[in-house]
């Protein structure tokens, strides 16, 4: 080849060339950004309006279905869900993997301004909001001290930390949680009010009236025109004392004569502590793009300034930091890599048995992998455990392409040809099957733009990785190796001493070793040729084997990650008060405390945690976020940790407790078993879902297995009498009004203290509010001045309603969810989905899987479609190679073995089949064809030289075993690493690289045996069916004769 020529004659262009590349490389690589993941373009959208006052039935058949309607009209539109809740309604609106996002929230507010009209007129403008994983946090700090209330704590984090947090660069937003706010609290006497015929509203609209300022038009002052502003802003808290309330029979009275002001905090409604010590926490979100890692580290710098202003005994801490578990990942896979690598040299040096001809491939390896970040950064993509996982795959095809170059070239070298002229004749002789060998590797990753859903969002990035990485190595291969061969392989011997004197030389022993494997071998394949029948047998009595191990594997969408972290959520019966809640909170805190493996312990009382569009603040909630130490101090799995937890909270009577390990990374929440059931009637629901909670929680593996329909909201319903509210002039809106402002206070105006707007709150005393009985004294105040009663207006009753109503593409809906242990997702799903098709439903109802499970079967659709688009375009491709379609036939039968290597290493190993286990298997394809490919080609050679068949093969299996075995274990051991690894984020890339050493393995094995016999059988019913088309021709040419004859 030219380029070998080139190569070798100008060194110094070469030299120049790699050089470039490396520079490119090395200013591409601090530029990538850095996370766990690629970057997922979650296709989600939601709709938020809000309808204070509506109960959750009543916002679903107002608000929610007509936006469900118009939402499920807008185009690519996958699924839509709603929660219907007291005062809300969210719309989560899924489309298909790829769609335009902008171009869809486009579409969303056009059918919103369609369908606004239509919405009760006293509701909120519904709000549109894109779901971005850039904004959710990526850190979380907490703010304690040991004698410090949280109210101080909260100025603290507004006042000194939030500013200096913002400045970092990086940081898009801060949010500061918990602490307690100032508030003015205007506590109106009940009794005063009635006996000056007066309302809680009018006292509201009084302080709204007198808190004001604005323009109040232009003075002409000469020649001037001047603005005239009114300044009525309250100043002090005092200002709020001497507000008149104009009184209905003519007059005012004082604020100060009706109730009493307090300058104070709002009321308890959330608990927060780090450790057992009160706290404020601070979510740190990054810019759209942002680099997490980097981001974390400016943010992790600022820290111990920020504590050197704080107050004695205040600490700004981190709880929560993505980046620590980002970085440990990223370590470990560079770290398995660079070891790999080393194993893989080990083994060529073995072979090839010279130090300098080693060090060729030494120095090509890390120029091609540097050159590779280069065609990632103008690709867009980032570094992570995925395109790291492809690079080391590169790097073993890396290995291989100039394996098979350096060998060539040493063989001319052992022959006595000079370095050049080695360098030269060896490159050409291999450089056209290199090209192809490279060509059909990267012709795998083609179907990749078939591939849709979660899937594709993996595969992408992987798949630019492996062919950057190979284009790398292609041009590695054939540039940089002939010419570093023609200066480093210099030298008047170059054949190994094989005497006595060198007995104890490894590469003397592995040689002969070599050798003495290469005669058994021979052997083997000549008992094989003779008895195909039994190594056909074998194989198929393999396969199915392997089949039969696909149900004990199990399937999975991704494998489980120790991050080192869990979440306890924690639900009491509705209506529990945050004291009772809080109380329970604390005997769940001391277990987890009490256990060797925890580090830290964050814990909210008040909020469930979780999935923030689905979750709501409520005094019977809580969340307990727990990080355990490094997995290097710890002997047990954070899921060993869940499991002795989820014992010990067992005993604990009164609370839903749900335990799952942190995931990051995806956008991954919820259960991994989810079972949706959608019918009309609530109860129904409620019952179904207990009956399908039950029939999951006798499926062995299933853990916190939880019915997701709140129990019912014990409530009192305010039955309007509307004749007798008419009679009044008293509008509905007024009754809910004044209730309100009774019973929950409203927020009358603000008035601002420094940089600090403090709400001004009307309400009634806390020991009024709290007595039931009270309701009969509630008065509503008629336009002209008469106090009514509420007796008078409305009939109070019991009842109960559902706290939350979800649906589901608008049907009504419950969800079933759990968590998995010892078992596969695969597994446990098959068990309950044959449980639950015994189940009789009513009529209108029916179950379907939710959550990872339909993720799973989406995105094992895509890959097996991809599967066979990637053999057939392997086989077009060799067959062009081989200008036949005879030979690459039979190389294809390489492929079925590997099916039993991955059964087997995938068992052996404890890995379901899941993603990143199916991707190994597509990459696997383009590597497993290449000895296959080998022993065809040299086999065709012999046979064009006048061998027959079986002498040709007996002799081109011991020939080109070495070169074989060299590539399969260069690459095996290259991902031995990366399948035996342990340490943070080892278990994603564990499954493909057990794929791959397993699949390789077997494959070359059975290959060495399989294809030689398969080439034989092939070859003999190709003569077979050749001898009778002969004879049909002769037959059918003889017959015109006979006819003619006679």
Not at 146 to 175: M, W
Not at 859 to 874: C, E, H, N, Q, R
């Amino acid at each position: 080849m030219k380029i070998a020529d080139l190569s070798v004659d100008r060194p110094v262009l070469i030299s120049m060339c790699m050089v470039a590349l490396i520079l490119l490389g090395l200013v591409a690589l601090p530029l990538l950004p850095v996370d766990l993941y690629p970057n997922i373009d979650i296709p989600v959208a939601m709709v938020s309006t809000s309808w204070s006052g509506a109960t959750p039935s009543v916002v679903e058949e107002q608000v929610t279905k007509p936006v469900e309607a118009v939402m499920s009209t807008v185009s690519n539109v996958n699924e839509v869900d709603s929660i219907s809740r007291n005062g809300q309604s969210l719309v989560i609106v899924r489309f298909n993997y790829g769609t335009n996002m902008d171009q869809a929230v486009a579409d969303m507010r056009d059918k919103i301004n369609q369908v606004s009209g239509r919405l009760p007129s006293d509701a909120g403008a519904p709000m549109i909001m894109r779901i971005d994983p850039n904004s959710m946090p990526i850190m979380t700090l907490a703010l304690s001290g040991e004698n410090t209330g949280v109210e101080q704590l909260k100025q603290l984090a507004d006042d000194v930390v939030t500013p200096r947090l913002q400045q970092v660069s990086g940081v898009s937003a801060v949010n500061v949680n918990g602490g307690r706010t100032r508030q003015i609290q205007v506590v109106v006497d009940p009794a005063r009010l009635q006996s000056y015929g007066l309302s809680i509203t009018q006292v509201i609209q009084a302080l709204q009236s007198d808190n004001i300022q604005g323009d109040a038009g232009l003075v002409n002052k000469g020649n001037q025109e001047i603005d005239l502003h009114v300044n009525g802003k309250f100043i002090t808290p005092g200002d709020v004392l001497n507000v008149p309330v104009r009184l209905p029979s003519g007059g005012t009275i004082k604020i100060i004569d009706l109730a009493q002001v307090k300058d104070t905090y709002a009321d308890v409604t959330e608990l927060a502590r780090v450790n057992g010590l009160p706290c404020v926490s601070l979510d740190i979100m990054k810019i759209s793009g942002g680099n997490t890692v980097q981001v974390s580290s400016n943010v992790q710098k600022i820290i111990p300034a920020i504590n050197r202003v704080l107050p004695s005994g205040v600490k700004l801490t981190v709880i929560n930091d993505q980046a620590k578990y980002i970085r440990q990942s990223i370590n470990t896979v560079i770290i398995h890599t660079l070891l790999g690598g080393l194993f893989a040299l080990v083994v060529l040096w073995l072979f090839l048995r010279r130090v300098r001809t080693t060090a060729v491939i030494a120095i090509v390896i890390p120029i091609a992998m540097i050159s590779t970040f280069a065609a990632l950064y103008f690709a867009g993509q980032t570094i992570n455990t995925i395109s790291l996982g492809g690079l080391a795959l590169g790097m073993g095809s890396l290995v291989d392409f100039a394996v098979v170059v350096i060998e060539s070239i040493f063989r001319y070298r052992e022959a006595g040809c000079g370095a050049v002229e080695a360098a030269k004749q060896g490159t050409a002789e291999v450089g056209t099957a290199v090209m192809a060998s490279a060509l059909s590797q990267i012709s795998v990753f083609a179907p990749v733009v078939f591939i849709q859903g979660f899937a594709s969002q993996i595969f992408m990035p992987m798949a630019l990785a492996v062919v950057f990485s190979h284009l790398a190595a292609l041009v590695g291969a054939l540039t940089l190796v002939p010419m570093l061969a023609s200066k480093l392989m210099r030298g008047k011997s170059f054949t190994i001493n094989m005497t006595e004197g060198s007995r104890w030389n490894p590469s003397v022993i592995f040689t002969r070793k070599v050798e003495e494997l290469k005669s058994h071998y021979e052997n083997f394949l000549r008992w094989a040729l003779s008895h195909r029948k039994t190594v056909l047998a074998a194989t198929a009595l393999m396969l199915a084997a392997s089949l039969a191990m696909l149900p004990v594997v199990g399937f999975e969408l991704m494998p489980n990650q120790d991050q080192g972290q869990y979440s306890v959520r924690i639900t009491l019966d509705q209506g529990t008060r945050l004291a009772a809640t809080d109380q329970l909170v604390g005997q769940i805190e001391q277990l987890i405390r009490n256990m060797p493996e925890t580090d830290m312990v964050y814990t909210v009382v008040g909020s469930p945690g979780g999935n923030f569009i689905s979750s709501q603040a409520a005094t019977n909630t809580a969340s307990i976020n727990v990080t355990l130490k490094p997995l290097s101090q710890r002997k047990r799995s954070v899921f060993q940790v869940i499991e002795e937890l989820r014992k010990k909270v067992a005993l604990i009577p009164g609370a839903q407790i749900n335990i799952q390990a942190a995931q990051q990374g995806f956008g991954r929440s919820g259960m991994p078993i989810q079972v949706v059931i959608q019918g009309s009637d609530l109860n129904v629901l409620r019952e179904l879902g207990d009956l399908v909670a039950g029939q999951i929680g006798q499926v062995p593996g299933t853990r916190s297995v939880l019915n997701t329909m709140d129990r019912t909201n014990p409530e009192y319903d305010v039955n309007i009498d509307r004749e007798r509210a008419a009679q009044y002039g008293i509008t509905a809106q007024q009754i809910l009004n004044t209730l309100h402002a009774d019973y929950n206070g409203t927020k009358a105006t603000s008035y601002n203290a420094g940089s600090t707007s403090v709400d001004v709150v009307v309400r009634l005393p806390e020991d009024y509010t709290r007595n039931y009985s009270h309701l009969n004294d509630i008065t509503v105040v008629s336009p002209t001045g008469l106090q009514v009663p509420l007796t008078a207006l409305a009939t109070v009753e019991p009842a109960a309603g559902p706290a939350v109503i979800r649906r589901q593409n608008q049907m009504r809906q419950v969800t079933v969810q759990a968590d998995v242990f010892g078992r596969s997702v695969g597994q446990v799903q098959r068990d309950i989905q044959e449980r639950l098709d015994q189940l009789h439903l009513p009529a209108g109802y029916s179950w379907q899987f939710g959550g990872q499970a339909r993720d799973m079967a989406s995105s094992f659709k895509s890959l097996g479609l991809a599967m066979p688009l990637a053999i057939i375009l392997m086989y077009m491709v060799m067959a062009g190679q081989f200008e036949s379609l005879f030979s690459p036939f039979i190389i294809m039968f390489s492929l079925p073995p590997t099916f039993v290597g991955i059964m087997l290493g995938l068992l052996l190993m404890r890995h379901a089949v899941s993603v990143n286990a199916l991707i190994g298997v597509i990459m696997l394809i383009g590597i497993v064809v290449n000895n296959a490919i080998v022993l065809v080609d040299y086999t065709n050679q012999l046979r064009r030289k006048g061998l027959s068949t079986g002498e040709a093969l007996c002799q081109a299996g011991p020939v080109r075993l070495r070169p074989i075995l060299m590539t399969t274990c260069t690459t095996v051991l290259a991902m031995l690493p990366l399948m035996m690894g342990h340490g943070e984020g080892a278990e994603a890339q564990a499954p493909m690289a057990t794929v791959v050493v397993f699949g390789l393995t077997v494959s070359t094995l059975v290959t060495l045996v399989l294809v030689p016999v398969m080439y034989t059988v092939i070859g003999d019913l190709g003569a077979r069916w050749h001898n009778l088309w002969q004879k049909r021709r002769q037959g059918e040419e003889t017959k015109p004769a006979t006819g003619l004859s006679q």
